[in-house]
């Protein structure tokens, strides 16, 4: 099911998702809808939390990027927890489907290791380069309570204020549902 995606300025985008129990009678659902609702707004990933779920759960599909060295991924992420992050930094102009219009060069690690059970809930441990180490950690802070904007200069950030005064409005279109 396709679900609205919350908008910046929600409380929820600001707090910490809480883990999923084994055996939780919720998640073949929630995965589904993070899915659709991911593929609806043509989005690359998509964190429970921005669908107003607060548990520790996302989806990632970068399985068409056009880079032949980078093996495509779809994947789905469960209480997920960062090893490693290399300390090669890369910029990316990146954006967010809860910041609609926004995108901005930022900085991350070029590479991630990560720990994270898989929709069936078996343990996998990965190491992931270039848009998916990116994805995954854009997505990852969503359940950690940040944003990419976090990342920008207090200057930069005090330049886009205006425009995430206008997000945080409703007063921002987007090509998908939304709430606040």
Same mark, same amino acid.
């Given at each position: 099911m396709i679900r609205p995606i919350v908008m910046y300025g929600s409380?929820?985008?600001?707090? /910490?998702?809480?883990?999923?129990?084994?055996?939780? /009678?919720r998640l073949?659902? &929630?995965i589904q809808d993070l899915?659709? *609702?991911m593929?609806?707004?043509?989005?690359?990933? &998509?964190?429970?939390?921005?669908?107003?779920? %607060?548990?520790r759960v996302f989806v990632i599909d970068v399985s068409g990027s056009k880079n032949p060295e980078e093996p495509p991924l779809r994947e789905v992420f469960i209480?997920?927890? &960062?090893?490693?992050?290399?300390?090669?930094?890369?910029?990316?102009?990146?954006g967010c489907l809860s910041i609609p219009g926004l995108r901005e060069r930022i900085y991350r690690p070029s590479g991630v290791e990560i720990e994270y059970y898989d929709a069936n809930f078996r343990l996998k441990r990965g190491r992931f380069t270039g848009m998916a180490a990116r994805a995954i950690q854009h997505e990852y802070d969503h359940l950690e309570g940040r944003l990419?904007?976090?990342?920008?200069?207090? &200057?930069?950030?005090? %330049? %886009?204020?205006? /425009? %995430?005064?206008?997000?945080?409005?409703?007063?921002?279109?987007?090509?998908?549902? *939304?709430t606040l």
């Open positions: 409380p929820i985008l600001r707090q /910490k998702a809480l883990p999923v129990e084994p055996g939780d /009678k073949p659902n &929630l899915w659709d *609702t593929y609806n707004a043509q989005g690359i990933g &998509l964190a429970a939390p921005q669908i107003g779920i %607060l548990l209480n997920p927890r &960062l090893i490693a992050l290399e300390a090669q930094r890369t910029p990316y102009e990146e990419f904007i976090d990342y920008l200069s207090p &200057l930069r950030r005090q %330049l %886009l204020r205006a /425009k %995430l005064r206008e997000i945080a409005a409703g007063r921002v279109e987007a090509a998908y549902p *939304t």
